[in-house]
C-alpha cells in the first residue's frame, strides 16, 4: 500500500499486469498447482499498485488468471482487506477491541479522526491523503493503542502522539 | 455383487452400489432427507448442512449428500438428534429470511416453508433483532433476485458455473452480509439460464415472466413435452382455471434432466389462444356453414375417398397420432406430404451432453419422418398445383402458399386458430393444441413420449387424429380409435417401428423405437 496513489473510480484502467508486476506474477505460478491459487497474491499486486481494487482491476486478474469476473469478484469482496472502493494515500487502521478501549483508542481514534481530516471512519479526507478504519485486535494488546499506518506498525499511541505521527506522511 | 452394499436408513435395509451417497440411497429407501444446495444434476458444494444425518458409529453427524454409503452403515434420517440438527440450521435460515410468504411466488412449492412447517421451531428467538435488508436486483430478461429470501444454497452459482459454463454469478462477500451478486458487466441472459428459477429452493430468484400470476396451490399440473424443438424436453404445463401460466422442466434424465431452455419455457402463449375454430364449417356454394361432427366427417371422407393426388400440409407440432390418421385417410391416393419445420440457431447446454435448444424448431421431426412425412416444404407447395386435395394440417402458412392452395381442386383445413386467409377452404375442422389432447411425439433421438391433457378444449374442436378416423370410419368402414391410446396402438400397423408398443410401454419418460425394427422386438 506505501506509494500508492489516490485512483478514481472513473479514471480508465490501465493493466497492472505489465513488467516487473507481470514477472513477479509469472514467479509464483510454479509454486502452486493452478494458476487460480494465485488469486490472492494477483489481488495484493493490483492493491499494491493501484491503491484498490477497480472493476476494471477484477477483470484484468479475470483474464490474467484464467477465471471469470464474477469469481474473481466474489473473492475479493469475502476479504475484507481488499479495498473495493479508492482509499486515501495512507491508509490507518486503528485498533478498537476491548484491552484498548479500555486504554483510550476512542480518544486516539478521535484525534486520528480530527487531524486527518476524514471526519468519519471509512471517508478519505479531500486532500486525497488519507483513509482511517477502526479495526479488530491488531495483536498488541500491551501496547494499546496500535496504529497500523500502511505497513507501519506504531504502538502505544496517545492522542498527543498523532500529530508527530501523521506528520511522517505526506 | 461385490459392488452393492447394505445399509439400513431409518430401519429399511437395502442394498445400493458402492459410492451412492446416503442421500440417493435415502430415496431408495423411500426416506426424503431434507436439503437445499444439494440437486442431482450439480456438484455437492456441502454448504447448507440440512442435511446432516447420523450414522451409528460416526463421531459426528455427517452430510448425507457428499458422504457415500459404507457396507453395514445404520443411518438415521428422523431420529431426535438429525432432527434437532435440522430445526437448527432452519433456525439459522430464517434468522434473516423475511416472512413474506404471501407476497412470495415460492410460496406453496418453497422448501423452507415446507421443511420448517415440517420440524422446525414454532416460533422465533430473534424477535428483537432487525433483519438484513438488500434491495430487490434484476438480474437479466426473466430473473429477480430477492436478496432478502436467499439462504446462500448456491444452486444458481454452480448451475451457471458446472452446467451452463457461463459464470457471471458468485457469492459476494460473506457471513450474514453474503449475498448472490452478479458480473457487472453481464446479464444472466443465458439461454438456459431461467433454469436458476427452478433450481432456487426459495423465493429468491423468481420469474419476472410468472411474477404474482398464480399462487403454487392453484395450479393444475400437466405432463407434457415441450413443442419448441426437436429435443423433446419434458415438461410440466401449469394451468390456473384452464389457463396455461407456466411452463417448467420435468425430470427425464436421459433427455432433458432437470432443465428446459428459455425459449421453450416462454412458449406457450399461443396454448392459451381464444381466436380458434370451434365448429366445424362445411362449404356449401358460396358461403361456410357451420355443422356437426357427423355431417363434416362425412363430407371429409368423401373428399378423401375420390381424390387421387393429395397434397398434406402440417405442423411439425402435430401429434403422431394425428399424423398417422391423416395420412391413413388418403391411402390409395398419391400422396405428398411435407411439416413445415421453422429453423434457429442452435443452443445447447455445455454442461450436459446431447442436450440442446435444437436448429429444427419442431417438436416431431422423427415421428413425422417415421410416417411418410418430408421436411421438403417448397416442393410440397409447390405441388399443391393440380391437387385434387390438399389437406392443411395446423400449419402456420405464409402468404405464397395460401396464394399456392388456389391451385387445388379442394381444400381442408384441419386447424385449431382461425385464418382469414383461408376462408376459401372446402372444409375447415377446429383441431386441438398440444395442451388440449393426449398424443406423442418423437424426439430427435427416435424416443416417443406421451404428452397429456391440459385443458378442455374449445367448442366443437377434437384431435386430428379423431377427425381423420371418423371420416375414413364414414368413408370406407375402417374401425376409428376411441382414445389417443387407441390412436397410438393402431401406428403400429403403419409404423413397423411402432409395432406393439401401447402407452403403458411409454411410460412418463418415453422410449426410444428403432426407426428400422418394431418397436415391441426391443
Given at each position: 500500500m506505501t506509494g500508492s496513489t489516490h485512483a478514481h473510480a472513473d479514471a480508465p484502467h490501465h493493466p497492472v499486469f505489465v513488467g516487473k508486476v507481470r514477472e513477479q506474477l509469472d514467479a509464483l505460478f510454479p509454486k502452486y498447482p493452478t494458476k487460480q491459487a494465485c488469486l490472492l497474491p494477483a489481488l495484493w499486486m493490483v492493491q499494491e499498485a493501484r491503491g484498490w481494487i477497480s472493476p476494471a482491476a477484477i477483470a484484468e486478474v479475470a483474464e490474467v488468471l484464467g477465471l471469470t469476473p464474477a469469481y474473481v469478484r466474489g473473492v475479493a469482496t469475502f476479504y475484507t482487506m481488499y479495498h473495493l472502493h479508492p482509499v486515501g494515500r495512507h491508509f490507518i487502521q486503528v485498533c478498537g477491541t476491548s484491552p484498548c478501549h479500555l486504554c483510550g483508542s476512542d480518544e486516539v481514534l478521535k484525534a486520528i479522526l480530527g487531524a486527518t481530516g476524514c471526519g468519519e471512519l471509512g471517508a478519505t479526507s479531500a486532500d486525497g491523503r488519507f483513509t482511517v478504519v477502526e479495526v479488530e485486535c491488531l495483536g498488541a494488546c500491551g501496547f494499546a493503542t496500535p496504529v497500523l499506518i500502511d505497513d507501519d506498525f506504531h504502538d502505544s499511541v496517545t492522542p498527543e502522539r498523532v500529530a508527530g505521527i501523521l506528520a511522517r506522511y505526506p | 455383487m461385490s459392488d452393492l452394499v447394505n445399509v439400513t436408513i431409518d430401519g429399511v435395509q437395502i442394498?445400493?452400489?458402492?459410492?451412492?451417497?446416503?442421500?440417493?440411497?435415502?430415496?431408495?429407501?423411500?426416506?426424503?432427507?431434507?436439503?437445499?444446495?444439494?440437486?442431482?444434476?450439480?456438484?455437492?458444494?456441502?454448504?447448507?448442512?440440512?442435511?446432516?444425518?447420523?450414522?451409528?458409529?460416526?463421531?459426528?453427524?455427517?452430510?448425507?449428500?457428499?458422504?457415500?454409503?459404507?457396507?453395514?452403515?445404520?443411518?438415521?434420517?428422523?431420529?431426535?438428534?438429525?432432527?434437532?440438527?435440522?430445526e437448527s440450521v432452519l433456525e439459522f435460515l430464517l434468522i434473516n429470511h423475511p416472512l413474506d410468504c404471501p407476497i412470495c411466488d415460492?410460496?406453496?412449492?418453497?422448501?423452507?416453508?415446507?421443511?420448517?412447517?415440517?420440524?422446525?421451531?414454532?416460533?422465533?428467538?430473534?424477535?428483537?433483532?432487525?433483519?438484513?435488508?438488500?434491495?430487490?436486483?434484476?438480474?437479466?430478461?426473466?430473473?429477480?433476485?430477492?436478496?432478502?429470501?436467499?439462504?446462500?444454497?448456491?444452486?444458481?452459482?454452480?448451475?451457471?458455473?458446472?452446467?451452463?459454463?457461463?459464470?457471471?454469478?458468485?457469492?459476494?462477500?460473506?457471513?450474514?452480509?453474503?449475498?448472490?451478486?452478479?458480473?457487472?458487466?453481464?446479464?444472466?441472459?443465458?439461454?438456459?439460464?431461467?433454469?436458476?428459477?427452478?433450481?432456487?429452493?426459495?423465493?429468491?430468484?423468481?420469474?419476472?415472466?410468472?411474477?404474482?400470476?398464480?399462487?403454487?396451490?392453484?395450479?393444475?399440473k400437466t405432463a407434457s413435452v415441450c413443442t419448441g424443438c426437436s429435443q423433446g424436453c419434458n415438461t410440466m404445463i401449469d394451468t390456473r382455471d384452464d389457463v396455461v401460466v407456466r411452463l417448467r422442466p420435468r425430470p427425464n434424465l436421459d433427455v432433458n434432466r432437470h432443465f428446459i431452455c428459455d425459449e421453450g419455457r416462454a412458449d406457450y402463449r399461443w396454448m392459451n389462444r381464444g381466436d380458434r375454430i370451434e365448429a366445424p364449417l362445411v362449404r356449401d356454394g358460396a358461403k361456410l356453414t357451420p355443422t356437426d361432427w357427423d355431417h363434416a366427417v362425412e363430407r371429409l371422407g368423401a373428399l378423401a375417398k375420390t381424390a387421387r393426388r393429395v397434397v398434406i400440409l402440417a405442423s411439425g407440432r402435430a401429434s403422431t397420432e394425428s399424423l398417422g390418421f391423416v395420412r391413413r385417410m388418403v391411402d390409395g391416393a398419391t400422396v405428398t406430404a411435407a411439416i413445415k419445420v421453422p429453423l434457429g440457431p442452435e443452443a445447447p447446454l455445455a454442461g450436459v451432453p446431447n442436450l440442446a435448444l435444437r436448429k429444427e424448431r419442431v417438436p416431431n421431426l422423427a415421428g413425422a419422418g417415421l410416417l411418410g412425412y418430408g421436411a421438403e416444404w417448397p416442393a410440397a407447395v409447390a405441388a399443391v398445383k393440380g391437387a385434387d386435395l390438399v389437406v392443411v394440417l395446423d400449419a402456420v402458412l405464409d402468404d405464397a402458399d395460401v396464394a399456392a392452395l388456389a391451385g387445388a381442386a379442394a381444400v381442408v383445413v384441419i386447424g385449431t386458430v382461425d385464418d382469414d386467409r383461408l376462408a376459401g377452404a372446402t372444409l375447415i375442422l377446429p383441431s386441438t393444441n398440444v395442451a388440449e389432447e393426449n398424443g406423442t411425439f418423437v424426439n430427435r433421438d427416435h424416443r416417443v413420449q406421451r404428452y397429456f391433457q391440459a385443458k378442455p378444449a374449445p367448442g366443437l374442436a377434437r384431435p386430428a387424429w379423431w377427425i381423420a378416423a371418423e371420416a375414413t370410419h364414414a368413408a370406407r368402414g375402417l374401425a376409428a380409435p376411441a382414445t389417443a391410446a387407441e390412436a397410438f396402438a393402431a401406428l403400429g400397423a403403419m409404423v413397423p417401428a411402432l409395432a406393439g408398443l401401447s402407452y403403458a410401454d411409454l411410460g412418463h419418460t418415453g422410449r426410444v423405437v428403432s426407426p428400422t425394427t418394431a418397436g415391441a422386438a426391443r
Open positions: - | 442394498s445400493v452400489p458402492k459410492g451412492t451417497p446416503i442421500i440417493e440411497a435415502a430415496k431408495q429407501a423411500g426416506v426424503l432427507v431434507p436439503h437445499y444446495c444439494y440437486h442431482p444434476s450439480l456438484p455437492s458444494p456441502a454448504v447448507c448442512r440440512m442435511c446432516l444425518v447420523e450414522v451409528e458409529k460416526a463421531p459426528k453427524l455427517v452430510p448425507a449428500c457428499v458422504t457415500t454409503v459404507a457396507d453395514g452403515n445404520v443411518i438415521h434420517v428422523n431420529n431426535d438428534k438429525s432432527k434437532r440438527a435440522r415460492q410460496a406453496g412449492e418453497c422448501e423452507l416453508q415446507d421443511y420448517t412447517f415440517q420440524e422446525g421451531r414454532a416460533g422465533t428467538r430473534y424477535s428483537d433483532y432487525a433483519k438484513r435488508y438488500n434491495p430487490v436486483e434484476d438480474f437479466g430478461p426473466d430473473v429477480l433476485y430477492v436478496a432478502n429470501r436467499c439462504i446462500l444454497c448456491t444452486r444458481c452459482v454452480r448451475f451457471m458455473d458446472n452446467v451452463a459454463g457461463d459464470a457471471v454469478l458468485n457469492v459476494s462477500e460473506r457471513g450474514d452480509r453474503a449475498f448472490i451478486g452478479i458480473d457487472p458487466d453481464h446479464l444472466l441472459d443465458h439461454p438456459w439460464a431461467g433454469n436458476v428459477v427452478d433450481l432456487c429452493p426459495v423465493g429468491s430468484l423468481i420469474s419476472k415472466d410468472f411474477l404474482h400470476k398464480a399462487r403454487a396451490w392453484d395450479l393444475d
